[in-house]
Each structure stands twice: as C-alpha cells, then as structure tokens.
Nanobody, 121 residues
C-alpha cells in the first residue's frame, strides 16, 4: 500500500520562498511519476508540476514556471517542491500525488493529505 505525506508549507510574505517535501511510503518508489497540485479556496484543484521516475524530466504549469522547482531523491523515497518568488495568488493547499502511468493525462492514483501554503501581501 502506497502512502504519501507532505511536510513543510506554512506562512510566508510575498516574494519569499518555501519548500515542501513529499515522503513516499511503499514499494518501488522509482516506478512512480510524482506530481504536485494545489487547490485554493473556492477554486478547482490545478496541476503545479511533475517529475519523471528518474528525476531527469520535469513539467510545470505556466503560472509557476521559472519560480517553482520539482525534484526527487529516489534514495530517500522523497519528492520536493521548491517555491520561490511566492505571490498571494499561490496561496492554496498543496498536494503531492503519484502514479505509475501519468499524473497529467489521468487523475493520479495516490495522494497526500495536503499542506497549507499562505502567502501574505
């Protein structure tokens, strides 16, 4: 059984930075694509970024491109979301997700519980 747990997040001023980690519990971490999503109050959940199984390919939503970085450490079964130049509109609950096939073309199979990120102006 796969479980994901996000760590990090919190409150930061606009222009600041935050890191979120996603700890994967279960077998075969390297076979999963990792994705990051967020949901702001009153809005639908949206894709933020994704990292391939080996960590060599990444994808980002246009709204975060150049500011956010997704990565992973397969030796530690952990994924990371580095957020720079944060804006108030980045305020949301952030989720990590995992799937062996895709996190973009389908709804990922496994999800963390999410962590709150609040950016004050």
């Amino acid at each position: 059984q796969v479980q994901l747990a996000e760590h990090g997040g919190g409150l930061v001023m606009a222009g600041g930075s935050l890191n979120i980690s996603c700890v994967f519990r279960g077998p075969y971490f390297k076979t999963y694509i990792l994705g990051w999503f967020r949901q702001a109050p009153g809005k639908e959940r949206e894709f933020v970024g994704a990292v391939s199984r080996g960590g060599d390919n990444t994808a980002y939503a246009d709204s975060v491109k150049g500011r956010f970085t997704v990565s992973r450490d397969n030796a530690k079964n952990t994924g990371y979301l580095r957020m720079n130049s944060l804006r108030p509109e980045d305020t949301a609950v952030y989720y990590c997700a995992a799937d062996v096939r895709s996190v973009v073309e389908k709804t990922p199979t496994y999800w963390g519980r999410g962590t709150q990120v609040t950016v004050s102006s």
